[in-house]
Nanobody, 119 residues
Framework: VQLQAFGGGLVQAGGSLRLSCVVSGSIFRINNMAWYRQAPGKQRELVADITSGGRVNYADSVKGRFTISRDNAKNTVDLQMNSLKPEDTADYYC??????????????WGQGTKVTVSS
């Protein structure tokens, strides 16, 4: 299973970016999907997650600005980021909790995509 993330880049404060992540490989079902981020010198933190049924959860710092969504048919998860702030600058990682069969599940991570917000 591979996770490939797209969409990072450089944007001015107040701008928007959309991150996308595609999960490929031998998959029975994907449970939770999420986006995490890690800023320089800081620990990786959860940005947002979404269950297979569409229930979402956001970090307080991004509520009202970011929207997570997923397409279960395409095995993708997106993160729409609006009103970006310099403190959103980080490497963003997608995550998937993959069920390979009825008994075996495993966590997978994407390679990270860099988001830089200039002031």
């Amino acid at each position: 299973v591979q996770l490939q993330a797209f969409g990072g880049g450089l944007v001015q404060a107040g701008g928007s970016l959309r991150l996308s992540c595609v999960v490929s490989g031998s998959i029975f079902r994907i449970n939770n999907m999420a986006w995490y981020r890690q800023a320089p010198g800081k620990q990786r933190e959860l940005v947002a997650d979404i269950t297979s049924g569409g229930r979402v959860n956001y970090a307080d710092s991004v509520k009202g600005r970011f929207t997570i969504s997923r397409d279960n048919a395409k095995n993708t998860v997106d993160l729409q980021m609006n009103s970006l702030k310099p403190e959103d600058t980080a490497d963003y990682y997608c995550y998937a909790d993959v069920l390979h069969n009825a008994l075996f599940r495993r966590d997978y991570w994407g390679q990270g995509t860099k988001v830089t917000v200039s002031s």
